[in-house]
């Protein structure tokens, strides 16, 4: 087996761990959380599904790309609850750190290429990368509307962290934003926001 071949499979083996990386959010019809290979194949979906809800063209293949990638660091850095406060104060250094045992593993080119989508995906600076932010929060938030706020109730969660830590959805998308605050909106006066 040639050398390039060798530090792919390798690769490919590491990223099944993911599949061993749960979330806060419930997947529907189970009482189960997902994990985060669930959760990038269901927002891999969501981007050509809205991909007419951008505010602005973007090319959905490389948006697909960053999606799928942006939690790969997880496996090194855990999945860090999006309310959880303390963790976000280490949440970028644990995951740069990831970015580079876990991508490190790949041929150079590939690792670039990876390194680059994902810090792309964290900057939230290109159409693509704005976009691909706000459906890896739209998804969780439907999920958790579609299941009477199970984890909104189980974290305390209040709809103003709710629209706080997701206001930047609306650089990505108006559209999604909108929904997302009617959403949030209709928990909040079913009682399953504080």
Excluded at 45 to 60: T, V
Excluded at 111 to 120: G, I, K, P
Excluded at 160 to 180: A, F, H, P, T
Aim: hydrophobic share 35%; glycine share 4%; charged share 35%.
């Amino acid at each position: 087996m040639n050398e390039r071949l060798k530090k792919q499979i390798e690769f490919i083996t590491e990223i099944d761990k993911l599949k061993n990386i749960y979330r806060q959010t419930y997947v529907l019809g189970e009482d189960r959380k997902e994990n985060d290979s669930e959760h990038s194949w269901h927002i891999a979906i969501l981007a050509f599904l809205l991909a007419e809800y951008s505010n602005e063209p973007i090319d959905i293949l490389k948006t697909i790309k960053l999606v799928l990638i942006h939690d790969i660091v997880e496996i090194d850095a855990g999945d860090t609850y999006y309310y959880d406060d303390d963790g976000y104060k280490t949440k970028e250094i644990r995951e740069e750190k990831a970015s580079q045992r876990i991508f490190g593993l790949l041929p150079d080119d590939q690792r670039s290429e990876m390194y680059e989508l994902w810090r792309e995906f964290e900057d939230r600076k290109t159409p693509e990368s704005k976009f691909a932010n706000v459906i890896d929060h739209v998804q969780p938030i439907i999920l958790n509307y579609s299941k009477q706020g199970i984890a909104w109730k189980e974290h305390n969660i209040s709809k103003n962290q709710v629209l706080e830590r997701n206001s930047y959805m609306k650089d990505g998308s108006e559209d999604l934003w909108n929904c997302i605050n009617e959403i949030v909106n209709d928990a909040n006066k079913k009682g399953w926001l504080k």
